[in-house]
């Protein structure tokens, strides 16, 4: 359902509900009452006052409509109207979290034989991109007013939102990227492809009914191709839902007439003219849809009056490939229109998205490694997808284990070996060009600081400005502050170069917090004591606050305070027990040294940069791909 995000999601591990003992005693049934919303929404549509019903009746003031649904719904807010059905929002009091209500308020047998259908239907699958609706989500509600009637309800999961509609009209309303609408269309293609497995058409495709979730990830359920999405610049996070069922059709062997339904713009002329129709209409449906997502503007203005072909190549600069694949979706005759999900998904693979992605100019080393990686990782997922799907269907025969339960795992696998993968290039991309980068700057500042005139001249300027600002503070800038500071600039844009774990790649401000991080920790040392067992102790403490430094100024998302912490402390532990268990008196040398700093001093340097920019890379790997994922499968937000 179209549901604006409202409010923030609650916990999904309510401690009343895992002890028993509390949620018995009087302080729980305290919290609960208090965690229940304190007026509610009366569902009749003829109600003369339905806002404001107070949660302490059971039944509206006005005209006793009941306010608890089904002994667990509570209405809070009307959502809207569209065709047949008003929309709430309802408080699930059973499993702690807010739905959907949608009322049917046409009375006519059709509408409630479509209704009865779409309940039914979505309470058959299970798939992220399609909204849950429970066994018992279905059921009537008695009413008193005007006169005697039922109510029929139907409650789903509540889908935290926008529609692609609106987030055209809202982010990109001269069209979107095309590496975003292959996304969806991907992702689209594996929602059809569960609907057609189970002999269902939706015959309502349109941008108004396919909504992305907010604050999540793309979730592909079908082989992984969205492995490297983060990469793209300006790309839409969530994962791609199919919305308002109502005019789904169950097909059978024996191919019919339909109910003329369609939506201009978007419904293929044989539902247009009451034709039967199979899954070729959904396809066309959504080539119509990607051509309005990629030139915002609506097909129709784009039909030809004399020919009714749809002219949009003109508006919209996409790749040969896909404005192919979209032709062939909007074939007018069906024998001739692409129909399958999978032929689907392995012409945009091989096609225009991996090529787009390869390109994209502003990615850089990282990203094009990505991208070739993305191609055989996909390529071989695919193949994965195709022999294992055959396989089941064969073990399936035999009867000993439904095709739905082998189907699920084996997505399961693929969906855990594309995430491995991910992980794993990620951090080892990350770590190769954090120890690079850190080389590189490592290099340049030791030859800058030891080799070079102005390494000295530098280091007397800076130290005579730190005598006139803290004049009670006796620190001399070595010319190692010098080496310090570039080899904190060339790890942090070698981190930035690599573009893993999410971050906005923010060349500049990654650089100036690398050098801020880098400089802290060379004060924290030169003002400290210089014994080995004290500065062995205090080289650790630089190496967490040079590496929380990085990781704040990558743009990572949220938590960015987390990962920068946990990267910290991971880091101090490696290079405390790096420092501790071998003899590598770095520091101290190029402290505690006047003259002969020489060749051999240089490549320690670099060693010692290196592994501090590799060690923090890594650690950062773990707290994104593994720490962060556990946390939040417990249940930790």
């Not at 609106?166 to 292959?182: A, C, K, N, S, T």
């Not at 992605?357 to 195709?386: D, E, H, T």
């Not at 917090?513 to 500065?535: D, N, Q």
């Not at 205090?538 to 938590?559: C, E, M, N, Y």
Request: hydrophobic share 45%.
């Amino acid at each position: 359902m179209n549901v604006p995000p409202t409010r923030s999601p609650p916990l999904p591990l309510d401690p009343l509900t895992v002890i028993p003992f509390v949620e018995r005693s009087p302080l729980g049934v305290i919290l609960k009452k208090l965690m229940q919303p304190a007026f509610l929404h009366c569902i009749n549509p003829d109600c003369p006052s339905p806002t404001g019903q107070s949660r302490d009746y059971h039944f509206c003031d006005s005209c006793g409509t009941p306010l608890i649904l089904n002994r667990r719904y509570l209405p809070l807010q009307k959502l809207g109207t569209g065709g047949f059905a008003v929309t709430f929002t309802v408080y699930d009091r059973q499993r702690d979290r807010e739905r959907v209500l949608k009322v049917l308020v046409e009375r006519s047998p059709k509408a409630l034989e479509l209704f009865k259908q779409e309940a039914s239907v979505l309470a058959s699958l299970t798939h992220p991109g399609i909204p849950k609706v429970d066994r018992d989500g279905y059921f009537h509600v008695s009413l008193k007013h005007p006169q005697p009637h039922t109510l029929p309800c139907l409650v789903m999961e509540k889908i935290e939102g926008l529609t692609l509609d609106e987030m055209l009209h809202r982010d990109y309303p001269q069209g979107f990227p095309e590496e975003i609408v292959v996304d969806w269309l991907l992702q689209a293609a594996d929602i059809l492809e569960e609907l057609h497995r189970h002999s269902i058409i939706h015959r309502d495709l349109k941008p108004t009914n396919l909504m992305v979730r907010m604050g999540g990830t793309p979730t592909n359920t079908g082989t992984p191709f969205s492995l490297f999405n983060r990469r793209i610049p300006g790309s839409v996070a969530g994962q791609l839902v199919a919305i308002d069922f109502g005019g789904v059709k169950q097909l059978s062997g024996k191919q019919a007439s339909s109910t003329r339904l369609f939506s201009p713009g978007y419904s293929p002329p044989e539902q247009m003219m009451g034709a039967s129709v199979g899954p070729a209409a959904d396809f066309y449906a959504l080539g119509r849809t990607a051509i309005f997502l990629l030139t915002g503007r609506s097909p129709t203005d784009l039909d030809d009056g004399m020919s009714g072909e749809c002219r949009w190549h003109p508006h919209a600069r996409v790749s040969r490939n896909l404005a192919h694949v979209i032709d062939e979706m909007l074939e007018f005759q069906v024998d001739k229109r692409l129909d399958s999900a999978a032929q689907l998904q392995r012409r945009l693979i091989q096609g225009s998205y991996l090529k787009t992605l390869v390109r994209q100019r502003n990615l850089g080393l990282g990203g094009r490694l990505a991208g070739f990686a993305a191609v055989a990782s996909a390529r071989s997922l695919q193949f994965c997808w195709g022999v294992g799907t055959l396989v089941i269907k064969a073990i399936a025969t035999l009867g000993v284990v439904s095709y739905k339960t082998l189907e699920g795992i084996l997505r399961t696998t693929l969906g855990v070996i594309s995430w491995v993968f991910t992980a794993c290039f990620d951090t080892l991309l990350g770590t190769i060009l954090g120890g690079l980068g850190a080389s590189v700057g490592t290099g340049v500042g030791f030859a800058l600081a030891y080799w070079l005139p102005v390494g000295s001249r530098l280091s007397n300027r800076l130290s005579e400005l730190i005598a006139q600002w803290f004049p009670n503070l006796a620190v001399t800038v070595d010319p190692v502050a010098i080496l310090f500071g570039m080899a904190g600039v060339g790890t942090a844009l070698g981190l930035t170069e690599a573009g893993s774990f999410g971050q906005k790649r923010r060349f500049v401000t990654s650089g100036m917090m690398g050098l801020f991080g880098y400089g802290l920790g060379w004060f924290v040392l030169a003002v400290s004591s210089t014994t080995k067992a004290v500065a062995a102790a205090d080289v650790v403490g630089f190496t967490a606050i040079a590496i929380a430094s990085i990781v704040l100024g990558l743009g990572l998302p949220k938590p960015q305070l987390f990962h920068a912490t946990m990267s910290a402390i991971g880091t101090a532990i490696v290079m405390a027990v790096f420092l501790y268990s071998s003899d590598f008196p770095l520091i101290l040398d190029l402290f505690s040294a006047t003259s002969g700093i020489g060749i051999p001093q240089f490549w320690d340097s670099i060693a010692f940069f290196a592994l501090l920019g590799m060690t923090g890379s890594f650690c950062l790997g773990c707290s994104y791909y593994l720490l962060m994922p556990v946390l939040r499968l417990l249940g930790f937000r």
